[in-house]
């Protein structure tokens, strides 16, 4: 269970002299600068006034992944290219990475203010508070390897499991949304506090990694406390393996011994751009889409069965001698015994990007100005050869979701274990630890 | 002030009922249909479980331009382009929206089930409740005239204050984000359920309306109460009119008898997609920033004074006899004082859509890829002629901030008077009420 800590009042004051005698010095031009004075520390505690609930950085496992639970309400995911043309400033880049999120996770400014010159923070999050925001890191195989160059001297430790993703029958990838060498995903109640997270290090990157893609996502799961609806209206985590409990996580989600050091006690994101052709889905009658999906729209329930966790049964039969359960239904491709027992962890978030003109790639093929919004898909295991790629290797061939769905970005990220007291961010993939 | 109420538990009882009811002789295929019986009741019972607060649709005024307050926290956008063939089709989609909007709104689905083979409602915003959801209706320039075509005998109609913007030194717009024939704007607590009811009334346009574009945007102004901040940090909405002062109000922001009698209780909609180039705004110094702005970035306080809501002083001088508030700032050029005594009322969302590669306008003109993100900029006023085109005209050639931000949408839509009980969405526009 995450350690819950209510933001410091003193801390902040603390923080506001800081600003006040850093800044003070230097005020006088063009009215002067507001920070200084008694004012200023009034000002500066609005911090601590909404939402103070804090989500810890540190600990054994990466925060954001499991916990905190329910899923906070917003995200920004940003993949990054590395820029940095050496290792000992990637090394610092991810040294001033942790210091930075340990302070904006407890709901402080992104740095402590040191002279008057320096930006220090958009303070655009001001008000707001720690929102539970989680922040958790991945390396991706641009870190380790890019354009057959070895940058960093880590080609000979990029993990077994950390594939490049096949080729799937359908998906239409991106550039725009594919790829990455490093992976910052913010987690937050705020969709402002997420941003400014990821824009904080971005900034304090100095020029050592840069933007690639971004995506924005939203969730209802922390209003519903059950398991949330996608834009299909479907509910959508049902199958999550049980996060407390340690001998499936273990098996399933967390890599072991079976992994290199520093990845033990982390995981493998698998993220996947899926938009939704919407407008086609919701003219389909209700009968459709819970055989497309094999579940009850309402209740969540299987075909067949009462409750949203009932099992499903994936033998039964109507009177007719069909399955209840379609053969080509998602919930029965996504099932463990369908898939040799793998399970994954999915944290997915819904997207809604503006509308874009496209052909959708199933009949009627109708062509037209669409929503592009559909599932930002992110999933976690410890090993993705035996987690997605199967699993999606098959879905892609016969899932009847795909008269709906396209995949149009791809990524995957090695998120190493969590960060200790002292240590810096997947530390262990640079020196023993 | 705009009337409350409570989603009510009878309603959604009687609603699930007639849900049993419709489709309970169509279960059976697939495993059958999980709305009929008293589980349904139960759960579709969940609906009022979360944020029951509803806005009124039926009013006065349209509800989403001055009230509620604070603003919701999320926003939908849509501007439509109509592919209705005739009048009738027009007015009948109109009615069929008015009867959706005053069911969302009331947090209800979109529309009653009537068959089981009947689309009725994506079902995603389930459990979410009315969640202070508002939809506001606009008329764009290509509903009265399309390509010199009268397609529905309004073009006589057309208000002289519904103007085709002036083309604005450095706005740099794009098709995909400009123009529209009518105007949805959703504006919620949550972003599903925005996202939601603009996709639903979409749905029953049947075809007599499509998506030209669309535009997600969040605020944290229900979060801070107070005048929420921007992504650049600073307080945006300081200046807005007091809502609560009728005199105000009706000489600012709603039509009055100088205009049609449909448009009287209405207000023209100003919409600029105004895209920032935050990672350059976050390099400059907080000084720099707050001469930008004229205004001080923690407190608000135009520069000079102590307080948010103090009053501009622009003659005030330095020792040197430079102004405190320069000739170039933002808050100085916006101010109903070198405006003619024009107000606006602003209604600003922030918005983050992915990041993309851009030429930044002014030095040191990095070619990057940068965060598509910024401001979702709408104001209200009673004539854009007095209102956002000589302000805009102005600051386009001499505000400071243009060195961080390019206006690359833009639209206008003149948003009738309230719809009252009876009446459907601008039902003045096409007869005598």
Redesign the interface.
Known sequence: MSRKSHGSRRTFIAAAGGIAGA?GA??G???????AGA??HA??DMHTA??TVAEPFFGSHQNGIAAPSPMQSHT?FAALDITATDRKALIAMLQTWTAASARLTAGRLAMAPAT????FD???????GPSRLTLTFGFGPDLFTLAGKDRFGLAARRPAALVDLPAFPGEQLEA?HTGGAVSVQACAD???VA?HAV?EL??LAGGNA???????G?S?AN??Q?TA?????FKDGTMNPPVGDAAVMNQHIWVGSEGPRWMQGGSYAVFRRIRIA??H???????FQ??TIGR????G?P??G?HEFDALDLKAQ?KDGNP???ATAHARLGAPSENAGAQMLRRAY?Y?????FVAERWPPWKQ????D?GLMFIAYQHDPRRGFIPMFEKMSRIDALNQFTTHVGSAVFACPGGVRHGQYIGQGLFEAV
């Open positions: 800044l230097g005020a031009a063009g009215g002067g600068i507001a920070f004012k200023s000002a500066l909404q939402d920004y008057p010159d320096q930006p958009s303070l655009d999050a001001l008000d707001l725009r705020d969709p402002q941003f824009r971005v900034r840069t933007v690639r893609w971004t995506q924005a939203f209802t209003r519903t059950g609806r996608n834009l299909m209206g919407l407008e889905w919701d003219q389909m009658k209700l009968g819970e055989r009850h729209k309402l209740s329930a075909l067949g009462t109507d209840i359960i379609p819904n809604t990007d503006g509308a874009s037209a100005m669409e929503y919004a």
